[in-house]
């Protein structure tokens, strides 16, 4: 259970303790902030309302911290990551029950999360020691008008104290994936967990606490993002910001300072479905891309454009398809949950509601019991209907009707997201061809959008992010090259 056994001491009385210079304490502000179990909506849990004077301390404290440990040999990074790795996978349990319970992830997804955050860690553990360990050696006489009396020796050195901020639907996994890299590469954190997923998180920063990682090396914490968002995205002692959700990525993007940042923002993913397309294999797709954790995905289906054509037939496969999908509590293992707050459900319900009084066809009826909102198919959706264009974050998903792969390409490209997209074909020529004129960060061909395997490079454009993710890519951005010239007093010529 959550909070119990190992997990006794990050809980005092009915809060969560935030983690500090390798310490749980109780906020000095006596707030807490109550985590809304978007199933039962009443409060599920409460977490400590920081303070600003607390932040102050703790990035003292994880400045201090990460002068140590960027002189900790590799290999002992890697050996404490993997020990953090298998405790994780070990307490699996009651981190799941916290995300069933937090964030009405269905059970099995739950440990999946989890198991797959273990994994993410050791392979970040071994990808860093391999590509850490490894530097570039120059010579000058390459460059014109140089003789090889010069060079040069580069390296990766750590940027120093990481902000990471991931959002409410992968609490654990989007933090273990800003956390791995930035540890392995030499950094410290301190992490803002989503307010609704924040006790998974604390659960899963345990498991580190307990590996025996360096005091103030790893903080946590915790309250409302828009009360203390701002003040530690703006704060001077934060040399890199690692964040993960919405609109608030453009906001900070806009407030950091002259720091790197990794934005991992929203998505429209579009699915593009030509005439000779497999439809079983389009319908089984639009099934987990568009509906898996209730559409509460980055990388979800968020429209398809069918050619006119074979629209029919696709639709009548999609709904025979939604109508076997369960719907109901997470503990059940539904394949619909609760969307994840009540503003979040008005807010799909504002789309449905905009798109019936513009004339979509609904292929279901519209439902919706508090958070629970049953999946619905919209056809014949039109570009005047906010749903072809807005992210629902929900079970609803929008279906327009094209009469050819230019209009096609040209509804993804209008968006001003560019995460993920596909396109069903058995054309590899026309699928490479259209994947290329797609604006977007990644195109899947002939599956739908997804964020793993955890290693694959994972990045939007436009609104939907900067730089890039992925295990390699992450360990890349949270270091910066470091150069040494040796400059000969005459030219030297290997062998020569
Ligand atoms: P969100 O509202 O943007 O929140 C994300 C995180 O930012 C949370 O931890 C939140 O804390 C924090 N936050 C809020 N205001 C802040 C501020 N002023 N300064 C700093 N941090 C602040 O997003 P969400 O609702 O959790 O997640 C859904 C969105 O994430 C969707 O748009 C989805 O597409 C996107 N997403 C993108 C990816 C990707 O990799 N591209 C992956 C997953 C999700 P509080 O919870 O305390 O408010």
Same mark, same amino acid.
């Given at each position: 259970m959550a909070g119990n056994g190992v997990f006794a001491e990050i809980l005092d009385g009915e809060v969560f303790k935030y983690y500090a210079d390798g310490e749980w304490k109780k906020s000095s502000s006596g707030k807490s902030v109550a985590i809304i179990n978007p199933t039962t909506r009443k409060t599920q849990y409460k977490v400590q309302a920081c303070s600003q004077e607390e932040v102050n301390k703790v990035m003292d404290s994880a400045k201090s911290a990460q002068k140590l440990w960027a002189k900790t040999p590799l290999w002992k990074r890697a050996e404490l990551l993997h020990k953090a790795a298998a405790i994780l996978k070990e307490h699996k349990a009651p981190i799941a029950e916290s995300l069933v319970k937090e964030i009405a992830k269905p059970a099995k997804d739950a440990v999946t999360e989890v198991v797959r955050s273990g994994d993410l860690v050791s392979y970040c553990a071994e990808e860093g020691v391999r590509i850490l360990g490894e530097g570039k050696f120059l010579v000058s006489d390459s460059f014109p008008g140089n003789e090889r009396t010069k060079y040069c020796l580069t390296s990766k050195i750590p940027l120093g104290v990481i902000l990471a901020i991931p959002p409410f639907n992968y609490p654990v996994n989007l933090a273990v994936s800003k956390i791995a890299p930035a540890l392995i590469a030499g950094n410290s954190i301190v992490l803002k967990p989503p307010t609704q997923g924040a006790v998974s998180a604390l659960h899963m920063v345990h498991c580190f606490h307990?590996?025996?990682?360096?005091?103030? !090396?790893?903080?946590?914490?915790?309250?409302?993002?828009?009360? %203390?968002?701002?003040? !530690?995205?703006?704060?001077?002692?934060?040399?890199? %910001?690692?964040?993960?959700?919405?609109?608030?990525?453009?906001?900070?993007?806009?407030?950091?300072?002259?720091?790197?940042?990794?934005?991992?923002l929203g998505g429209k993913d579009a699915c593009i479905v030509l005439e000779d397309a497999d439809l079983d294999l389009v319908a089984g797709n639009i099934i987990k891309g568009g509906f898996s954790y209730s559409g509460q995905r980055c990388t979800a289906v968020k429209v398809v454009l069918v050619m006119e054509s074979v629209a029919d037939a696709l639709v009548e496969k999609?709904?025979?398809?939604?109508?076997? !999908?369960?719907?109901g509590a997470p503990e059940n293992d539904c394949d619909i949950t609760p969307v994840v707050s009540e503003s979040s459900a008005n807010f799909i319900e504002g789309l449905v509601m905009d798109a019936k009084e513009k004339g979509a066809t609904f292929c279901q009826e519209y439902k919706r019991e508090g958070n629970l909102i049953w999946p619905l198919l919209l056809d014949n959706v039109r570009p005047d209907m906010r749903i072809a264009w807005e992210e629902p974050f929900g079970p609803v998903l929008p279906l327009i009707r094209i009469n050819s792969i230019e209009e096609g390409i040209h509804h993804c490209n209008a968006s001003n997201f560019g995460l993920q997209g596909c396109v069903f074909t058995k054309d590899i020529n026309k699928a490479i061809m259209i994947g290329d004129a797609m604006e977007t960060g990644t195109v899947q061909i002939n599956s739908a959008p997804a964020r793993g395997p955890d290693h694959f490079p994972f990045q939007g454009i436009k609104d939907s992010g900067i730089g890039s993710q992925g295990i390699t890519n992450s360990i890349n951005m949270m270091t910066k090259i470091k150069t040494t010239v040796i400059n000969l007093p005459s030219p030297s010529y290997t062998m020569g």
């Open positions: 307990l590996a025996g990682f360096p005091k103030g !090396l790893i903080n946590c914490v915790t309250g409302k993002g828009s009360e %203390i968002g701002d003040f !530690l995205t703006m704060h001077p002692g934060v040399n890199c %910001i690692s964040f993960t959700g919405g609109d608030t990525g453009i906001a900070i993007s806009k407030k950091a300072g002259m720091i790197p940042l990794q934005m991992e999609v709904k025979a398809k939604v109508a076997k !999908l369960s719907v």
